[in-house]
């Protein structure tokens, strides 16, 4: 285990998370953080609660008809009727340097919204894609 | 512990940072955080310590803002320059936010800190 923040150090949201890559435990690249979701506490201090990714979490951030067009592309490419952006809680983060390391691995995360996409409408449509390789 | 519901840091950043008189002062830059009391055995909650405000819409400008030995010392010099007249606005001393558009934040201060925007 890579243990807590480093004690003491101090992070600029911008400068230092977004658009880093996060890494799971086996050293397998899981997204890119593309926003940061906040939260109030009933003491008035704001909180990091989760990293956000993929383009519904970008498209918002860019703005304009480019990320509105983002978004659009983006829920017409998901299977879920009111899709939502990928988003790790910050309670798997368990270090910051040049990447984001999280705790659990990629495939526990669920945030891989496009290749699921893939294996419902083109993979599985495939002739013998139900079959176990041979 | 009850939570609001969910902001995104996009909500908060580039929104106007004025004192509670309505002089501005800048905008948000960039939003520092840091690691507050273990929660989860070793692991620490990431809470927002601050605000970096800067007096133009000029971004982060990769951090030459905010890093006082990062050169090379020609864009320190420049950056530095035109950012002189940022700050850092503590957590403590934010009186209210408006999120979104048109919204703004506001300080119970009229003043910014000049040195804690830099990171150490």
Avoid: C
């Amino acid at each position: 285990m890579m243990g807590e923040y480093v004690a003491g150090r101090r992070y600029d949201a911008a400068l230092h998370l977004l658009d880093r890559q996060i890494v799971d435990p086996d050293g397998r690249l899981v997204a890119k953080v593309d926003e940061l979701e906040l939260a109030d506490r009933p003491d008035g201090r704001l909180v990091v609660t989760a990293l956000l990714t993929g383009p519904g979490a970008l498209g918002p951030r860019v703005g304009g008809r480019i990320g509105h067009w983002i978004v659009a592309i983006w829920r017409r490419l998901r299977i879920e009727p009111d899709p939502m952006p990928g988003r790790i809680d910050v309670a798997d983060v368990v270090s910051i340097d040049s990447a984001v390391h999280v705790g659990r691995r990629r495939r526990a995360l669920e945030v891989d919204g496009l290749e699921r996409w893939m294996h419902y409408n083109v993979v599985s449509r495939i002739p013998g894609a139900g079959h176990d390789p041979e | 512990m009850t939570l609001s519901d969910p902001r995104r840091l996009h909500d908060l950043l580039g929104l106007p940072v004025v004192t509670v008189d309505g002089r501005t002062l800048g905008h948000v830059n960039d939003v520092r955080l840091a690691p507050g009391p273990a929660l989860h055995g070793l692991r620490s909650e990431l809470l927002v310590d601050g605000l970096v405000v800067a007096d133009r819409h000029a971004g982060s400008l990769l951090g030459y803002d905010r890093r006082a030995e990062k050169g090379p010392w020609l864009v320190r010099v420049a950056v530095r320059f035109l950012h002189r007249r940022g700050g850092y606005a503590p957590w403590s001393a934010v009186h209210s936010v408006e999120w979104g558009d048109g919204g703004h934040v506001v300080l119970a201060i009229d003043r910014l800190d000049d040195r804690d925007a830099t990171l150490t």
